[in-house]
């Protein structure tokens, strides 16, 4: 997994003229992409049409040869009756796994890239001719269309990847399970993924804390279940403490004392029910269930523990100012998991904080609850004008497999006996 930033913010690539650094900037960004959308691929859904779309093996293939033949012309050749034979094979099955189809793309971009690397300045307007009717192309056009069409290529490869994914039952999530299927696959262990409602500045959505705990809850959930772990992950509870934000419309407060009432129902029912172990798996900072817990555990025989997603990892590997609310990591973690629901960054207020004016408060050994109208003019604490898509994914990604493993652990710790 890497945690370094989309290509193109990673500074130029050695032995690449400077008129030719997007385009590869572009390829390898296409590569890491596609690398991600093939993984555990498997050949019958590499030919799904999904919607009568073309399928993630013929994109594949696609991509890959018009690589070949547009660096054909950027020889300033033709193309060979087997290139020819090629191209028309392209909309053909050819029973390849993701495996199979990602050493085809790989091997096409990394002998664009060498081309890329051999071109000089003084070759990139030379013309080429393109095309039975030999149309007119220049080197540069020829190699910036191949970046192109390799990126939008691999767009579709990955849009198709994610409809087949979100067509397959998940069988960790209980929402989308059979009773059937319970029944018959006992669960032991249970996640709860607990949000809030409210405002995170004005361009991300007030259910930020239930889309991202939920989504990690579900990837978490699919690490431990491929790991053996028979998890069962629970539909997210949405509304969180939030007293100190009773005059933002629609900010929906629930007490303390309900979560513990609340978690009581859920934890004596799954109890009778063969659960023996139930993680609340929280998402919002203003959630504190340590107190309910240590209340709680005496009265059910169900093994309680709570895991806070955004403090399993260190931010910092990922993020230069995380912020609090609605800043860079949030933001970040949004673009990745639920970008539709992302107003451009441009709109996003700056996330600025008033400090409290007592140093004990400010220096944080002493704590009261902000009144958060008072605290930000936006409701965010944390400016999110840094965040990016391939950010938010390198943390999403470290964090569901960070509690995955948790999962795993917990799945088969004796609980009676947890120390060492």
Not at 9 to 20: F, K, N, T
Not at 55 to 82: K, P
Not at 92 to 108: I, M, P, S
Not at 337 to 348: C, I, K, M, Y
Request: proline share 6%.
């Amino acid at each position: 997994m890497s945690t370094q930033p989309e290509v193109w913010l990673r500074g130029p690539l050695p032995g690449v003229i400077a008129e030719l650094q997007p385009v590869a900037h572009s390829l390898l960004q296409s590569r890491d992409e596609l690398e991600r959308a093939l993984a555990g691929l498997d050949a019958h859904d590499a030919e799904a049409s999904p919607g009568a779309a073309a399928s993630i093996s013929y994109h594949a293939r696609h991509l890959a040869g018009s690589i070949d033949r547009l660096l054909t012309y950027a020889r300033g050749e033709q193309l060979t009756e087997q290139q020819r034979a090629a191209l028309a094979a392209e909309h053909k099955a050819a029973g390849l796994d993701g495996a199979a189809l990602l050493h085809v793309v790989h091997t096409a971009i990394d002998n664009a890239m060498d081309v890329v690397r051999m071109t000089d300045a003084g070759a990139l307007n030379e013309s080429r001719d393109v095309g039975g009717a030999r149309l007119p192309s220049t080197v540069r056009g020829l190699l910036f269309h191949i970046a192109e069409h390799t990126l939008m290529h691999g767009g579709q490869i990955r849009t198709t990847a994610l409809a087949l994914q979100a067509a397959k039952p998940r069988p960790w999530l209980v929402a989308e399970t059979t009773w059937p299927e319970i029944r018959d696959n006992p669960r032991r262990i249970a996640v709860l993924p607990w949000g809030a409602t409210e405002a995170h500045n004005y361009h991300l959505p007030y259910g930020t804390d239930i889309h991202e705990t939920a989504a990690i809850a579900a990837e978490a959930g699919r690490i431990a279940w491929e790991a053996g772990a028979r998890v069962a992950i629970l539909p997210a509870v949405p509304f969180g403490v939030q007293a100190g934000q009773l005059d933002i419309p629609f900010c929906i407060n629930m007490n303390p004392a309900t979560q513990a009432a609340l978690l009581d129902d859920i934890a004596r029912t799954l109890e009778a029910q063969g659960v023996d172990r139930l993680v609340i798996l929280n998402g919002h900072g203003g959630n504190d269930f340590r107190a309910i817990v240590r209340e709680l555990q005496p009265r059910v025989g169900v093994f309680l523990c709570v895991v806070n997603w955004y403090a399993s990892v260190d931010p910092k590997l990922f993020f230069d100012e995380p912020g609090d609310h609605g800043g860079e990591l949030e933001t970040s973690v949004m673009l990745h998991v639920a970008p539709g629901l992302v107003r451009p960054l441009e709109e996003a207020g700056d996330g600025a904080a008033r400090p409290w004016k007592i140093a004990g408060m400010r220096e944080g050994w002493a704590w009261a609850p902000r009144q958060w109208t008072q605290v930000s003019a936006d409701t965010g604490i944390g400016d999110p004008a840094a965040a990016t898509r391939e950010k938010g994914r390198a943390c999403f990604d470290a964090v569901a497999a960070r509690i995955g493993g948790f999962l795993v652990d917990l799945s088969t710790a004796d609980i009676a006996d947890l120390y060492e």
